[in-house]
C-alpha cells in the first residue's frame, strides 16, 4: 500500500557514473572482514546479523548510476531524468503491464546534460509497441533533444523507441495535475537551464533540486521560485561539492550540503537528502562530507543555543542508490 508518496532512488551520481576499481573493491572487502571479527562475529552463520548492524553504504557504497528519481502516490508514478539508474527502473516496471504494450509512463525531465539522459537509449519499457510514454521538459526544444538521443549513430538500437512517446513542454512556475499529484516546475541555477520539480500528493510535499548551484538563497534573490524551498517534507539537493570545490568551480553548476543545510533550516524543510555524488567520490569521499556536514551542522545548533534562537531541525542525509524512502 503506497503511503502519500514513496520516493526510490535509482541514481545519485552526477556528471558520469561512479566505478569502483577491483583494487578498491578488494581493500574494502578486507576492511569489512577486519570490521566483521573486530565486532565479535566469529562464524559465516553470522553474517546476516552483522550485515543489519550497518547502514547500507557503509558496506556497499552511496551506488554508481547517475541520477534517475521515482516518486509513486496512491495513484500513480513518475520518473525525473534518465540517468543509467533508468535502467534498473525499466526492469520494475517490465514486470508489470509494460511487457505487454499496457503500460503508461511520465518522465520528467531537468535539463539534458549527458548523466541525466545516457540511460535513455536502455530503457526496456520504450521497446514494447503498445506502451505510452510522456516525456515532459519546461525547455521547448525536448523533443529534437530526446530524438537525437534515440537516434544513430547514438542509439545502439538503431530504429529507436517503439512506444508511443509523446511530449509535453510546461510552463515555468505553473503547476499541472497528474491524477493525484500537482507537479511544479522552478528553475535552478545551473549554465543551461534546468528546471527542478516539486511534487505534491496526500499532503506530502518533495522538492527535487539536482543539478543547481543555489547561487541565489536569499528569500529576495530567490524571487518566483522561493515556493519550490517553502512548505518542503523531503528536498533532494546537489551535494556534489564541499565549500572549497565550490568557491573554486564558480558557474559549475553544483553546490554543497552546508548551502542546502542553510535553506532547509530557514525554511523549515524537514528532511534533506544530499545527492549528485561526484563521479570520484568513492565511499570515503562521501564519509568525510558527511563529517563536514555534521561539523557544520552542529555549529549552527551551537550557535543558535547561544543566541538563543530558535532553529528548525534538519533530518539529513547522503543519498544512496536503492534509497526508499516514505512520506506518509
Ligand atoms: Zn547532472
Ligand atoms: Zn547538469
Not at 180 to 188: A, E, N
Amino acid at each position: 500500500m503506497i503511503m502519500s508518496l514513496v520516493v526510490e532512488f535509482y541514481g545519485v551520481r552526477g556528471s558520469l557514473p561512479f566505478n569502483i576499481s577491483p583494487t578498491e573493491t578488494a581493500e574494502n572487502f578486507r576492511q569489512m572482514m577486519f570490521d566483521f571479527f573486530n565486532s565479535g562475529f566469529t562464524q559465516v552463520s553470522e553474517f546476516d546479523q552483522y550485515i543489519k548492524t550497518k547502514h547500507i553504504p557503509t558496506l556497499g557504497g552511496y551506488g554508481t548510476h547517475t541520477t534517475c528519481v521515482s516518486i509513486e502516490s496512491k495513484k500513480t508514478e513518475i520518473i525525473i531524468d534518465g540517468g543509467t539508474g533508468i535502467r534498473a527502473l525499466g526492469k520494475k516496471l517490465m514486470k508489470k503491464e509494460f511487457s505487454s504494450g499496457q503500460g503508461e509512463c511520465h518522465i520528467f525531465m531537468t535539463h539534458f546534460h549527458w548523466d541525466h539522459i545516457l540511460g535513455l537509449p536502455f530503457f526496456e519499457p520504450a521497446y514494447v509497441a503498445g506502451n505510452k510514454i510522456h516525456i515532459y521538459s519546461v525547455q521547448p526544444e525536448v523533443r529534437t533533444f530526446i530524438e537525437t538521443v534515440l537516434s544513430f549513430p547514438y542509439n545502439p538500437y538503431p530504429h529507436g523507441w517503439k512506444c508511443d512517446v509523446q511530449f509535453h513542454i510546461l510552463l515555468p512556475r505553473t503547476e499541472i495535475q497528474l491524477h493525484d499529484m500537482k507537479i511544479t516546475p522552478y528553475q535552478l541555477d545551473h549554465p543551461d537551464p534546468c528546471w527542478g520539480y516539486k511534487i505534491e500528493s496526500g499532503g506530502k510535499v518533495y522538492s527535487h533540486a539536482t543539478d543547481t548551484e543555489a547561487t541565489r538563497v536569499s528569500r529576495k534573490s530567490l524571487g518566483l521560485d522561493l515556493p519550490f524551498y517553502q512548505g518542503v517534507d523531503l528536498i533532494f539537493f546537489d551535494g556534489q561539492y564541499t565549500l572549497k570545490d565550490l568557491a573554486e568551480k564558480i558557474n559549475w553548476g553544483h553546490s554543497a550540503a552546508q548551502i542546502g543545510l542553510d535553506l532547509a533550516i530557514r525554511e523549515g524543510i524537514k528532511k534533506i537528502v544530499f545527492s549528485h555524488h561526484d563521479p570520484l567520490a568513492n565511499s570515503q569521499r562521501i564519509k568525510a562530507l558527511e563529517r563536514q556536514t555534521e561539523e557544520y551542522y552542529e555549529w549552527r545548533i551551537e550557535q543558535a543555543r547561544r543566541n538563543k534562537e530558535q532553529i528548525n531541525e534538519v533530518d539529513w542525509s547522503f543519498s544512496y542508490e536503492g534509497q526508499r524512502i516514505e512520506l506518509k
